[in-house]
């Protein structure tokens, strides 16, 4: 049987290149589950998994909930927006006091970098990082990978542009770590005060023109202008944004080779992506979201195995 | 008191690098020599003894008054005797701040009888805001060793040149952090690439940088002489800090800067686990950065070394790591992380120096030396012994030692007739 290198899922920096072939072969099985009559598993059951978001999300609990429910685990949410601290319970209290109720894994979203680790580090449970502030958001990346892999094969070898505010996006640093494990040419692309300063560091290209990003690539993963992260200012408008480092039909339509356009959701229509885009014959958006299911019962059912 | 057979490491003192016998009495040193005979006397004695004019730490952060669940008076002296130092200059960051001479009285009224003597550094500003002028004439009046926002750096440069400008009659030194908050705002280490690998808000290098080089501009514009430091920069952290000073002392500015004992032992890949004891600000910058703090310690150019004692409770610590506060318990390992860390860079003469003469000079403290007819301020130790940092005697346990074994360990501090064993 497959096993992973680790206990809890905290990022993809702390996977193997043979973890995520595990988990994206066993995504691939679970696809085909979810696609019969009955798309019900017995795996987890009597497995009990707490989703405990501390910042609002829509798709990623409920895709971590089908997930559970498919592989008949037990499943309980708890979702409280801003953090622990506001409520006057720490962090730790919280998850302690619902580990009591006997949950054996923890999916969690919190908006402080390494909370997930903070957790691993003092409590007994499995624990998945659903998104850590401006840190990680390690399953993201792999359905990423797994419809990347579905659409066009093996990622070695493949130039994948991630595109948008790559300073506050968990999902571009996770994308980056896969897809290099992965043996794929990465390049983000945005304006620069939205790129990280030392991001070379990771090996990966920097752009700040998407038409020639566009034109490089055969993946384009177009991120979400995360307003509500920026504390401060990085760029005058959505407006200009949009102008300047919105991706149109049009343009996919004038590059000289077709090319897969991806956007891990929710989208601004009209600012990063026009809807025309969006909905495009280039967009794989609506499989990602499929795919997060399977690739999340993967991730589940590895780390119940441990 | 008779010390027996200990070797003396004082710059300043005719018997430096000498091992000698020396005989206190009532709070002086009576005699220095070999093989005294003194009667009906206590005799303190052990192999590689070393003794030092009493240490003094110029940057401790306590919580008396308002915040006395993070350390008290009495607690962080009972912190500092254990570290080895005979002498703390406390920073006005308490709540009220140090910033009357109510609170500066205070401070000195209930440590008057202790061992470890506080010296107050006073707020330049109220409550430490950077907005109004704290009485500087009285706050000197009242006792106040040096003027400082404290763990606030000043942002205003009006403000800055305006107290530096005011200070010069008063002969006080201006301790400041040079940091420009609008570029560090939220972050939580340096920038660099591990803050890009930990998807973290750093806090770039330049952040202290340009404030330092404003402070440095702005003083040469007083054009003012002095023998003495009138600016000191505490807690500097990057190569180009101490490349700014040593160009500064060399055109002439009277200045002076210091760097925190954690700071030489630590860059900022120790963030990966996210462990918050190593939260720090300063933050623990690149290895490039630490090898030019030896550097800077080595030649002269960073005077002193601090040990930016900031305790905290176990629940501003024990948190997610963008929630927990900044800082770490200094005062018991700072002479060990010196010798732990330091053994190459830096002679023992050297070490003791920085944490003794160099101090007393920026803070217009009268100078220790070990000599006949002298006030025994003094600290004995062995830089050699290694030991295991387990208990500490400060309220709090924000500190990434714990558990470490370190070498280099304070063994007594007399001072004030009072002897104390350490740790």
Same mark, same amino acid.
């Given at each position: 049987?497959?096993?992973?290198?680790?206990?809890?899922?905290?990022?993809?920096?702390?996977?193997?290149?043979?973890?995520?072939?595990?988990?994206?072969?066993?995504?691939?099985?679970?696809?085909?589950?979810?696609?019969?009559?009955?798309?019900?598993?017995?795996?987890?059951?009597?497995?009990?998994?707490?989703?405990?978001?501390?910042?609002?999300?829509?798709?990623?609990?409920?895709?971590?909930?089908?997930?559970?429910?498919?592989?008949?685990?037990?499943?309980?949410?708890?979702?409280?927006?801003?953090?622990?601290?506001?409520?006057?319970?720490?962090?730790?209290?919280?998850?302690?006091?619902?580990?009591?109720?006997?949950?054996?894994?923890?999916?969690?979203?919190?908006?402080?970098?390494?909370?997930?680790?903070?957790?691993?580090?003092?409590?007994?449970?499995?624990?998945?990082?659903?998104?850590?502030?401006?840190?990680?958001?390690?399953?993201?990346?792999?359905?990423?990978?797994?419809?990347?892999?579905? $659409?066009?094969?093996? !990622?070695?070898?493949?130039?994948?542009?991630?595109? &948008?505010?790559? +300073?506050? %996006?968990?999902? /571009?640093? *996770?994308?980056?770590?896969?897809?290099?494990?992965?043996?794929?040419?990465?390049?983000?692309?945005?304006?620069?005060?939205?790129?990280?300063?030392?991001?070379?560091?990771?090996?990966?290209?920097?752009?700040?023109?998407?038409?020639?990003?566009?034109?490089?690539?055969?993946?384009?993963?177009?991120?979400?202008?995360?307003?509500?992260?920026?504390?401060?200012?990085?760029?005058?408008?959505?407006?200009?944004?949009?102008?300047?480092?919105?991706?149109?039909?049009?343009?996919?339509?004038?590059?000289? $080779?077709?090319?897969? !356009?991806?956007?891990?959701?929710?989208?601004?229509? &009209?600012?990063? +992506?026009? %809807?025309?885009? /969006?909905? *495009?014959?280039?967009?794989?958006?609506?499989?990602?979201?499929?795919?997060?299911?399977?690739?999340?019962?993967?991730?589940?059912?590895?780390?119940?195995?441990? | 008191?008779?010390?027996?057979?200990?070797?003396?490491?004082?710059?300043?003192?005719?018997?430096?690098?000498?091992?000698?016998?020396?005989?206190?009495?009532?709070?002086?040193?009576?005699?220095?020599?070999?093989?005294?005979?003194?009667?009906?006397?206590?005799?303190?004695?052990?192999?590689?003894?070393?003794?030092?004019?009493?240490?003094?730490?110029?940057?401790?952060?306590?919580?008396?008054?308002?915040?006395?669940?993070?350390?008290?008076?009495?607690?962080?002296?009972?912190?500092?005797?254990?570290?080895?130092?005979?002498?703390?200059?406390?920073?006005?960051?308490?709540?009220?701040?140090?910033?009357?001479?109510?609170?500066?009285?205070?401070?000195?009224?209930?440590?008057?009888?202790?061992?470890?003597?506080?010296?107050?550094?006073?707020?330049?500003?109220?409550?430490?805001?950077?907005?109004?002028?704290?009485?500087?004439?009285?706050?000197?009046?009242?006792?106040?060793?040096?003027?400082?926002?404290?763990?606030?750096?000043?942002?205003?440069?009006?403000?800055?040149?305006?107290?530096?400008?005011?200070?010069?009659?008063?002969?006080?030194?201006?301790?400041?952090?040079?940091?420009?908050?609008?570029?560090?705002?939220?972050?939580?280490?340096?920038?660099?690439?591990?803050?890009?690998?930990?998807?973290?808000?750093?806090?770039?290098?330049?952040?202290?940088?340009?404030?330092?080089?404003?402070?440095?501009?702005?003083?040469?514009?007083?054009?003012?002489?002095?023998?003495?430091?009138?600016?000191?920069?505490?807690?500097?952290?990057?190569?180009?800090?101490?490349?700014?000073?040593?160009?500064?002392?060399?055109?002439?500015?009277?200045?002076?800067?210091?760097?925190?004992?954690?700071?030489?032992?630590?860059?900022?890949?120790?963030?990966?686990?996210?462990?918050?004891?190593?939260?720090?600000?300063?933050?623990?910058?690149?290895?490039?950065?630490?090898?030019?703090?030896?550097?800077?310690?080595?030649?002269?150019?960073?005077?002193?070394?601090?040990?930016?004692?900031?305790?905290?409770?176990?629940?501003?610590?024990?948190?997610?790591?963008?929630?927990?506060?900044?800082?770490?318990?200094?005062?018991?390992?700072?002479?060990?992380?010196?010798?732990?860390?330091?053994?190459?860079?830096?002679?023992?003469?050297?070490?003791?120096?920085?944490?003794?003469?160099?101090?007393?000079?920026?803070?217009?403290?009268?100078?220790?030396?070990?000599?006949?007819?002298?006030?025994?301020?003094?600290?004995?130790?062995?830089?050699?012994?290694?030991?295991?940092?387990?208990?500490?005697?400060?309220?709090?346990?924000?500190?990434?030692?714990?558990?470490?074994?370190?070498?280099?360990?304070?063994?007594?501090?007399?001072?004030?007739?009072?002897?104390?064993?350490?740790?």
């Amino acid at each position: 049987m497959t096993q992973l290198s680790v206990r809890h899922l905290l990022g993809i920096k702390n996977l193997t290149e043979t973890d995520i072939h595990a988990i994206l072969d066993t995504a691939t099985q679970f696809k085909e589950v979810i696609n019969r009559p009955i798309k019900k598993v017995p795996s987890l059951r009597d497995v009990t998994i707490a989703n405990v978001f501390f910042e609002n999300s829509t798709r990623t609990r409920l895709s971590f909930e089908l997930a559970e429910k498919r592989l008949s685990a037990d499943v309980v949410n708890f979702s409280a927006s801003g953090s622990s601290v506001k409520k006057g319970e720490t962090l730790l209290d919280t998850v302690n006091n619902i580990l009591a109720m006997k949950v054996d894994m923890v999916v969690m979203r919190h908006s402080s970098p390494g909370a997930p680790h903070y957790l691993a580090e003092r409590i007994g449970a499995n624990i998945i990082n659903a998104g850590d502030g401006t840190h990680e958001h390690p399953t993201q990346a792999l359905l990423d990978a797994f419809s990347i892999r579905e $659409k066009i094969g093996d !990622l070695a070898g493949k130039k994948v542009a991630i595109i &948008g505010d790559i +300073l506050h %996006s968990r999902v /571009a640093l *996770s994308n980056i770590f896969c897809l290099k494990k992965l043996g794929a040419e990465v390049r983000v692309c945005g304006p620069t005060t939205l790129i990280p300063k030392y991001i070379d560091a990771l090996g990966v290209q920097v752009s700040h023109n998407v038409r020639e990003t566009l034109e490089w690539c055969d993946v384009a993963n177009v991120l979400r202008i995360q307003l509500e992260r920026l504390q401060v200012k990085y760029f005058p408008s959505l407006r200009e944004y949009s102008l300047y480092f919105g991706i149109s039909k049009a343009m996919l339509d004038s590059l000289n $080779k077709p090319i897969v !356009l991806m956007h891990p959701g929710p989208i601004n229509r &009209g600012v990063e +992506l026009t %809807s025309d885009a /969006a909905d *495009s014959a280039h967009s794989i958006i609506l499989n990602q979201v499929e795919n997060g299911v399977a690739t999340r019962m993967a991730v589940l059912y590895l780390l119940a195995q441990q | 008191m008779l010390i027996r057979s200990v070797k003396i490491v004082d710059s300043q003192s005719p018997f430096h690098h000498q091992t000698k016998d020396v005989w206190i009495e009532n709070g002086v040193i009576r005699q220095i020599g070999d093989a005294l005979s003194v009667a009906n006397t206590e005799v303190l004695t052990g192999s590689n003894w070393h003794l030092s004019p009493g240490w003094i730490d110029m940057r401790t952060t306590t919580g008396d008054p308002g915040l006395e669940h993070k350390e008290d008076l009495q607690s962080v002296c009972a912190a500092a005797a254990a570290g080895g130092f005979t002498e703390i200059a406390i920073l006005p960051n308490t709540e009220p701040a140090l910033d009357s001479k109510d609170t500066v009285g205070y401070v000195q009224r209930s440590t008057q009888q202790n061992l470890v003597q506080v010296h107050a550094i006073a707020a330049v500003t109220k409550q430490c805001e950077g907005k109004d002028f704290t009485e500087m004439i009285d706050l000197t009046h009242a006792g106040a060793v040096a003027f400082s926002d404290g763990t606030h750096p000043i942002q205003n440069t009006h403000i800055f040149l305006k107290s530096l400008q005011y200070l010069q009659p008063l002969n006080r030194v201006l301790i400041n952090r040079a940091e420009d908050l609008q570029l560090t705002a939220y972050g939580q280490m340096n920038e660099g690439i591990s803050s890009t690998l930990l998807g973290m808000r750093g806090m770039p290098a330049v952040a202290e940088e340009i404030m330092l080089m404003r402070d440095l501009k702005l003083l040469e514009y007083l054009n003012v002489t002095s023998e003495l430091p009138i600016l000191h920069f505490s807690t500097i952290s990057t190569a180009t800090s101490v490349q700014l000073i040593r160009e500064a002392k060399a055109k002439g500015l009277p200045i002076s800067c210091d760097v925190a004992a954690h700071q030489m032992v630590f860059d900022d890949a120790v963030l990966s686990g996210f462990d918050s004891n190593y939260k720090v600000n300063p933050p623990f910058r690149s290895a490039q950065d630490q090898a030019a703090l030896w550097q800077g310690l080595a030649d002269g150019t960073i005077d002193a070394v601090v040990s930016d004692h900031s305790p905290h409770e176990e629940e501003a610590k024990n948190l997610e790591f963008d929630l927990a506060a900044f800082g770490i318990t200094g005062l018991e390992t700072a002479f060990a992380l010196l010798c732990t860390y330091g053994k190459d860079a830096l002679s023992l003469s050297q070490t003791i120096d920085k944490i003794t003469h160099a101090p007393r000079r920026i803070l217009r403290l009268s100078d220790i030396t070990i000599e006949e007819g002298n006030a025994a301020n003094l600290t004995i130790f062995d830089p050699s012994q290694t030991w295991t940092f387990t208990k500490t005697r400060s309220k709090s346990k924000n500190s990434p030692f714990f558990g470490k074994t370190l070498t280099g360990k304070p063994l007594y501090v007399i001072n004030r007739g009072l002897v104390g064993k350490c740790g």
